[in-house]
């Protein structure tokens, strides 16, 4: 996959930023990410539009869970729909044609270490479309090795630590045509090497909650997790500023 390099944007007049944010994930059980919620939050307020894409929702391989399940280690869940689901092919296509319809500047993917090899995989069976987005990797597997990351010739770049503030000048940079790639936090591929900016300072305790995620992206799936061998419907509560998970 050819490299193609971003160190400035060029917006044309009013044109609004488009920000796919994108969860490989390898479970099949709804799941809501707090940090594509915060993510998605700060691009709309610096005036980009925003999509969702992930791959919860699609028949892949077998989780831990389901395989204990399958082994009668844990109590066998009534009322997940996996064998319902599309096939890992139709995942393959429905992000082609996602990429393809949006035309994102930015593809924002989070990942853990197994996340990041289903986006590994997923990106042999598809072509970016033209133009190329900037393709930017976080979470926890792009802050414990970096280099497995920023080696991937279709990234762009990789957020090392907390993501809130170099995910800010990012948005700001796109949206005013300016430099990316000294921006603190961020590892930036450019024509000459990669830029290893140095990490920020960790958030203080007193500012962790001033985003509040962006739970418009979630739809009703998202809240059905398995609990004693069915699949409830779980609320998600906001308690001395902690996000916690009830079944009811």
């Known amino acids: 996959m050819k490299e193609k390099y971003f160190t400035k944007f060029y917006l044309t007049d009013n044109m609004n930023p488009r920000i796919m ?26 005036g980009c539009e925003v999509c969702y894409f992930e791959s919860t929702f699609y028949n892949k391989s077998n989780t831990a869970t389901e395989d204990h399940e399958s082994t009668g280690e844990f109590k066998a869940v009534n009322g997940r729909k996996k064998l319902e689901y599309p096939s890992i092919k139709r995942l393959y296509s429905d992000f082609q044609n996602a990429l393809v319809l949006f035309k994102p500047h930015v593809l924002a993917v989070h990942v853990n270490s197994l996340e990041w090899e289903l986006f590994k995989e997923i990106m042999k069976n598809i072509s970016l479309p033209t133009p190329i987005p900037f393709i930017i990797v976080g979470g926890v597997h792009a802050i414990i090795d970096p280099e497995s990351v920023i080696i991937e010739p279709f990234v762009n770049a990789v957020c090392l630590g907390e993501g809130e503030e170099a995910w800010a000048d990012l948005m700001r940079a796109i949206r005013n045509g300016g430099e990316v790639s000294g921006i603190a936090g961020l590892w930036v591929r450019t024509t000459t ?56």
């Open 21 to 46: 944010i994108m969860f490989p994930n390898t479970g099949s059980d709804g799941v809501i990410p707090l940090a594509v919620g915060i993510l998605s939050t700060i691009a709309k307020n610096a």
């Open 193 to 248: 090497g990669v830029n290893k900016n140095p990490k920020r300072q960790l958030i203080p305790a007193d500012r962790l909650w001033d985003i509040r995620a962006d739970y418009s992206l979630f739809d009703e799936r998202h809240l059905l997790k398995p609990y004693d061998g069915e699949m409830r419907r779980r609320a998600l509560i906001d308690e001395s500023k902690i996000s916690q998970s009830y079944f009811i």
